[in-house]
């Protein structure tokens, strides 16, 4: 697969949507997901699954992409995007539940995580987050997927966002946790108010060479201690924190984090072909695909309140509110609330 994003297939799609689309997308879809009770996916305690049936490897664009696969081969496709410093195990209990209910679910290692790997070693590591949203894109075509349900949190939120925001016709619809996420390295230089600013410590200690090694060396603890303080009533058992704590071994994750942090700030370039998605996400595009947001009553992340990004969505849209406890990882703390989200918004 060409590093760039293949445009010409894309056309060639374009034409034969109108045809194709209803048949293989939209009746499809809505018919898995109707034909099954599931539709209120059944009960299922967060924990209850360990690991995932099938891992695979493709390559896609830049990337030889890891990836969780589960469900039917030809049901409608949903795309679920972990964050950091988690991986695709924040989807262990909502993938079977999805499958359930008659989708093909597919969970990729973002770069610098799992199994993911460049193809070239000459690749820059580069973790701004308009690369992430074109590796997902190229992911798609690798996959001959023309069209998903995309839902993510944190930086798979974010790169959720910037998907339906450039790529619109690739996406049947999002759930995105804490809602909008897209920025830009100008806004990020507009200071924020003490509090606010005491929440991001981590992203100003990313800032100096003293972060970059102290991340290196104490990753692991680093984790822990985000997982902690951003879901604080989230009892996670020392299995599951290693289970996922395995993906930040990956040898370029330190590179990926540390850029993606000292980009926001404008402290590191990006790539200039990289730079029209920047220009157009940094005007805050409304997005247009329909969308549910979601919230944890007790996220303990730096996130926007809802009422800050209603407007940011034209399409149909509803917020959620998860009460119980609920902190930054949502899908892997409330799993059925999660897959609930993911069918009720490919019915909009």
Same mark, same amino acid.
């Given at each position: 697969?060409?590093?760039?994003? @293949?445009?010409?297939?894309?056309?060639?799609?374009? =034409?034969?949507?109108?045809?194709?689309?209803?048949?293989?997308?939209? $009746?499809?879809?809505?018919?898995?997901?109707?034909?099954?009770?599931?539709?209120?996916?059944?009960?299922?305690?967060?924990?209850?699954?360990?690991? #995932? %049936?099938?891992?695979?490897?493709?390559?896609?664009?830049?990337?030889?992409?890891?990836?969780?696969?589960?469900?039917?081969?030809?049901?409608?496709?949903?795309?679920?995007?972990?964050?950091?410093?988690?991986?695709?195990?924040?989807?262990?209990?909502?993938?079977?539940?999805?499958?359930?209910?008659?989708?093909?679910?597919?969970?990729?290692?973002?770069?610098?995580?799992?199994?993911?790997?460049?193809?070239?070693? !000459?690749?820059?590591? *580069?973790? &701004?987050?308009?690369?992430?949203?074109?590796?997902?894109?190229?992911?798609?075509?690798?996959?001959?997927?023309?069209?998903?349900?995309?839902?993510?949190?944190?930086?798979?939120?974010? /790169?959720? @966002?910037? =998907?339906?925001?450039?790529?619109?016709?690739?996406? !049947?619809? =999002? $759930?995105?946790?804490?809602?909008?996420?897209?920025?830009? &390295? %100008?806004?990020?230089?507009?200071?924020?108010?003490? !509090?606010?600013?005491?929440?991001?410590?981590?992203?100003?200690? #990313?800032?100096? %060479?003293?972060?970059?090694?102290?991340?290196?060396? @104490?990753?692991?603890? #680093?984790?822990?201690?985000?997982?902690?303080?951003?879901?604080?009533?989230? @009892?996670?058992?020392?299995?599951? #924190?290693?289970?996922?704590?395995?993906?930040?071994?990956?040898?370029?994750?330190?590179?990926?984090?540390?850029?993606?942090?000292?980009?926001?700030?404008?402290?590191?370039? +990006?790539?200039?072909?990289?730079?029209?998605?920047?220009?157009?996400?940094?005007?805050?595009?409304?997005?247009?695909?329909?969308?549910?947001? =979601?919230?944890?009553?007790? *996220?303990?992340?730096?996130?926007? %309140?809802?009422?800050?990004?209603? +407007?940011?969505?034209?399409?149909?849209?509803?917020?959620? /509110?998860?009460?119980?406890?609920?902190?930054?990882?949502?899908? &892997?703390?409330?799993?059925?609330?999660?897959?609930?989200?993911?069918?009720?918004?490919?019915?909009?």
């Amino acid at each position: 697969m060409s590093e760039q994003i @293949n445009h010409h297939r894309r056309r060639f799609f374009g =034409m034969t949507a109108v045809a194709l689309a209803a048949v293989e997308f939209g $009746v499809a879809g809505v018919a898995a997901a109707q034909a099954s009770p599931a539709a209120s996916p059944s009960d299922v305690k967060a924990g209850t699954n360990t690991s #995932f %049936e099938t891992l695979k490897q493709v390559k896609a664009g830049v990337l030889d992409i890891g990836y969780a696969e589960a469900g039917k081969a030809d049901g409608p496709v949903v795309l679920l995007l972990h964050g950091w410093p988690y991986d695709i195990y924040s989807f262990v209990d909502v993938a079977p539940l999805l499958a359930s209910a008659g989708y093909r679910v597919i969970v990729p290692y973002l770069r610098g995580y799992g199994t993911t790997r460049f193809l070239d070693d !000459k690749t820059v590591r *580069n973790g &701004q987050p308009s690369a992430l949203a074109a590796d997902m894109i190229a992911l798609l075509d690798a996959l001959d997927v023309e069209k998903a349900v995309i839902a993510g949190y944190d930086w798979g939120g974010r /790169t959720a @966002n910037i =998907m339906a925001a450039l790529w619109p016709e690739r996406c !049947k619809a =999002m $759930v995105s946790v804490s809602g909008y996420l897209i920025g830009s &390295q %100008e806004a990020n230089q507009k200071p924020l108010p003490p !509090k606010a600013e005491l929440a991001w410590w981590y992203q100003f200690y #990313f800032a100096t %060479e003293r972060g970059r090694l102290g991340y290196e060396s @104490n990753r692991h603890d #680093f984790a822990k201690l985000i997982w902690q303080t951003a879901s604080p009533k989230w @009892n996670f058992d020392d299995a599951t #924190f290693d289970r996922s704590a395995a993906a930040f071994d990956n040898p370029d994750h330190v590179d990926i984090v540390i850029h993606n942090y000292r980009w926001r700030l404008g402290l590191a370039e +990006g790539e200039a072909k990289y730079d029209a998605y920047e220009e157009t996400l940094a005007a805050a595009p409304v997005i247009s695909v329909p969308t549910i947001t =979601m919230e944890g009553d007790a *996220n303990g992340a730096p996130h926007p %309140e809802p009422s800050a990004y209603a +407007g940011k969505f034209s399409g149909r849209y509803e917020h959620r /509110t998860i009460g119980g406890g609920i902190g930054h990882n949502l899908p &892997q703390e409330a799993p059925q609330a999660f897959a609930q989200a993911v069918i009720d918004v490919d019915r909009f």
